[in-house]
T-cell receptor
Framework: DSGVTQTPKHLITATGQRVTLRCSPRSGDLSVYWYQQSLDQGLQFLIQYYNGEERAKGNILERFSAQQFPDLHSELNLSSLELGDSALYFC????????????FGPGTRLTVT | AQTVTQSQPEMSVQEAETVTLSCTYDTSESDYYLFWYKQPPSRQMILVIR??????QNATENRFSVNFQKAAKSFSLKISDSQLGDAAMYFCAYRRAQDFGNEKLTFGTGTRLTIIP
């Protein structure tokens, strides 16, 4: 158990809908990262938050947005969903700085039908 | 932009034998970190081993060790005494050492390791 929690574990929704994925980082960690893993592919970095502020952005679609709240949990919002958005979405956290070891949550599997 | 390449989509090894997974990367940075992550069927991402680029000594964690060749930009993972529980996807990942607070990982496409009993 990495100490990072993600909810829900599975999500099935229809095209055009909007969903919210939630992540709680390890206790004390200030940085939260979101990654997308499409079928049998590597993980693609989406976005990072550090202590409530956006710190880095990857190839995140405009239909996707995220935020980190004062209690440090983070939410990833996906809207106008398309079939191609079906993937595993991982959240990771670390303290920020240092060696950069990231601890991953169990992921949310999103299926868009 | 940094890229990570894993040229072996699949590998197999006999139980108790040794296997080496390959990874190459491209970067213009001199200071960075490299990682190997394991993803078993449960899909959990588990850190196996990490290497700091400024360290010449290769990292070792029990049965897992790396061969880090900085000039060749090569970072291979050796698994000794392979066990059935080692069966998983293995991802190589890179991270710049600079930019405190910006620590995104760049992943390779993975190598699926099968252990033959």
């Amino acid at each position: 158990d990495s100490g990072v929690t993600q909810t829900p574990k599975h999500l099935i929704t229809a095209t055009g809908q909007r969903v919210t994925l939630r992540c709680s980082p390890r206790s004390g960690d200030l940085s939260v990262y979101w990654y997308q893993q499409s079928l049998d592919q590597g993980l693609q970095f989406l976005i990072q938050y550090y202590n409530g502020e956006e710190r880095a952005k990857g190839n995140i679609l405009e239909r996707f947005s995220a935020q980190q709240f004062p209690d440090l949990h983070s939410e990833l919002n996906l809207s106008s969903l398309e079939l191609g958005d079906s993937a595993l979405y991982f959240c990771a956290s670390n303290a920020g700085g240092g060696v950069g070891e990231q601890y991953f949550g169990p992921g949310t599997r999103l299926t868009v039908t | 932009a940094q890229t990570v390449t894993q040229s072996q989509p699949e590998m197999s090894v006999q139980e108790a034998e040794t296997v080496t997974l390959s990874c190459t990367y491209d970067t213009s940075e001199s200071d960075y970190y490299l990682f190997w992550y394991k993803q078993p069927p449960s899909r959990q991402m588990i850190l196996v081993i990490r290497q700091e680029a400024y360290k010449q000594q290769n990292a070792t964690e029990n049965r897992f060790s790396v061969n880090f060749q900085k000039a060749a930009k090569s970072f291979s993972l050796k698994i000794s005494d392979s066990q059935l529980g080692d069966a998983a996807m293995y991802f190589c990942a890179y991270r710049r050492a600079q930019d405190f607070g910006n620590e995104k990982l760049t992943f390779g496409t993975g190598t699926r390791l099968t252990i033959i009993p």
